[in-house]
């Protein structure tokens, strides 16, 4: 089955061949955006896109403001409108490792990516 993986930057970090990076500039990436809220101890904006409005503040330390955007993903991926982009989507990276910077959850707690939503749209059956 195939999983997500975090991109590193450290030396000598490949991504496995095959795997496709899903992060923004990508047409895969999360419309919804975060962004620090002035100086690190005011927290963390919710926003959507690169000229939306701000949707929410959340604390600094992330996890909040990750499952908040995964969610608004989830919502907006899942329209009937997106029907076309879900079927592309799905075409382009079955089967594939999906990569991108969010950190992954601990074992046994939910992953609040925008991949892990990816993940199951390109891998849900599909009706004949």
């Not at 450290?10 to 496709?20: C, I, K, L, N, Y």
């Amino acid at each position: 089955m195939p999983t997500r993986i975090q991109r590193r930057r450290t030396a000598g970090w490949r991504s496995p061949e095959g795997a496709v990076y899903v992060g923004r500039p990508t047409r895969f990436g999360n419309p919804a955006r975060i962004i620090p809220a002035g100086d690190h101890r005011n927290g963390l904006l919710v926003q959507w896109g690169t000229n939306g409005g701000v949707i929410g503040t959340w604390p600094a330390d992330g996890h909040d403001a990750r499952r908040y955007a995964t969610e608004l993903y989830q919502s907006w991926i899942n329209q009937p409108e997106q029907a076309a982009t879900r079927t592309l989507f799905r075409a382009l990276l079955h089967g594939r490792d999906l990569t991108c910077w969010c950190p992954l959850p601990e074992p046994g707690q939910p992953d609040h990516c925008h991949a892990a939503v990816l993940l199951k749209i390109a891998n849900e059956e599909t009706q004949p």
